[in-house]
C-alpha cells in the first residue's frame, strides 16, 4: 500500500488526498499508482516482507493557477499536481476524471 506525501502550506490539501486514497478500493488505487508512476502494480517484497526495489513515493504538489484543470501526473518523477479545489468533492470528482482519462488513454 502507498501513500501520497504532500509537499505544501495546504494542510487541508494533505488530509483530502489522503482521504481520497482510503476511500478508494483496489482497482482505483491502482489506477492511481499507474497515473502517477506508469506502473499498475507496486514493486514484490522480499522474503522479510521489505520491498526489493525502491518504496513507491507520490508527491502531491498544489497548483494555484486553475481550480477548472483536473490533476496532471508525472510518472517520470512520480508527482501529481492538483489544482487547490473549492471543496473535497470537486478534489475527488477531478482525480476521478482524471483516472478515468488515463483508462481510455486521453492522459
Known amino acids: 500500500v502507498f501513500s501520497p506525501t504532500v509537499i505544501s502550506h495546504e494542510a487541508v490539501v494533505s488530509t483530502q488526498s489522503t482521504g481520497i486514497v482510503k476511500e478508494m478500493n483496489q482497482k482505483e488505487r491502482q489506477q492511481l499508482l499507474y497515473f502517477a508512476t506508469g506502473s499498475s ?16 513515493s507520490i508527491t502531491v504538489e498544489i497548483q494555484h493557477d486553475s481550480r477548472s484543470a483536473l490533476p496532471m501526473a508525472s ?13 473535497f468533492q470537486m478534489l475527488k470528482c477531478k482525480l476521478n476524471t482524471a483516472l478515468q482519462c488515463q483508462t481510455y488513454n486521453l492522459g
Open 75 to 87: 510518472t517520470c518523477g512520480q508527482r501529481i499536481s492538483i489544482p487547490l479545489y473549492r471543496s
Open 41 to 56: 502494480t507496486l514493486p514484490p517484497l522480499d522474503l522479510t516482507g521489505e520491498r526489493t526495489r525502491d518504496r513507491v
